[in-house]
């Protein structure tokens, strides 16, 4: 089955830390651009960060630049956020979300539409 | 940052009926944008990408149409299941950017 399943959320303290992960199964982690997606209580999506494996490439909101790290490690096709420096406005569902990829006249390319979400992980951060 | 701009923030329709929602970015994106269905409690679920490519699995009552900054999602005749909060979403420009959502509701 292709799922996706994220842990590691909880409550913790202004200034203090915590790391997220995701599990992907059923497919070839390093084919996908992979990311995560984050909702505070009762507000839209916003994107955070945002890995693809094969290229080494990274990118993050300036929400988070500076106080998140994204990781993965294909090997055993897990997505890792660490979260640094948590503030209040960090309070959210945190999502993975992996990249749609598609194959066109022998090219495969992954893009920024996300076509698999995992079940999210609640963090709060507050005293 | 690009600008996601959804309208109206909520639409009201009967079930049967014709639903036609907007978004327009404040600049050019291309065609690189996704709409997405969310239902409380779930997470959100791919329905368009490349403005008019319906994803995997997404019924053929769904449509998308648009390109640079104007951008309309269809829902040819509303059924339960259908009532929900949509996003829209680019990703020609980092950071990827979505909408504030539009619920629809009966």
């Known amino acids: 089955e292709v799922q996706l399943v994220e842990s590691g959320g909880g409550l913790v303290q202004p200034g203090g830390s915590l790391r997220l992960s995701c599990a992907a199964s059923g497919f070839t982690f390093s084919g996908y651009n992979m990311n995560w997606v984050r909702q505070a209580p009762g507000k839209g999506l916003e994107w955070v960060s945002y890995i693809r494996s094969s290229t080494d490439t990274i990118y993050y909101a300036d929400s988070v630049k500076g106080r998140f790290t994204i990781s993965s490690n294909s090997a055993k096709n897990s997505l890792f956020l660490q979260m640094n420096s948590l503030r209040d406005e960090d309070t959210a569902v945190y999502y993975c979300?992996?990249?749609?990829?598609?194959?066109?006249?022998?090219?495969?390319?992954?893009?920024?539409?996300?076509?698999?979400w995992g079940q999210g992980t609640m963090v709060a951060v507050s005293s | 940052d690009i600008v996601m701009t959804q309208s109206p923030a909520t639409l009201s329709v009967s079930p049967g009926e014709r639903a036609t929602l907007s978004c327009r970015a404040s600049q050019s994106v291309s065609s690189n944008l996704a709409w997405y269905q969310q239902k409380p409690g779930q997470a959100p679920r791919l329905l368009i990408y490349a403005a008019s490519t319906r994803a995997t699995g997404i019924p053929a009552g769904f449509s998308g149409s648009g390109s640079g900054t104007e951008f309309t999602l269809t829902i040819s005749s509303l059924q339960s299941e259908n009532f929900a909060v949509y996003y829209c979403q680019q990703y020609n420009n980092w950071p990827w950017t979505f909408g504030q959502g539009t619920k629809v509701e009966i």
């Open positions: 979300a992996r990249g749609l990829g598609y194959c066109a006249n022998g090219v495969c390319y992954t893009i920024g539409a996300f076509d698999m």
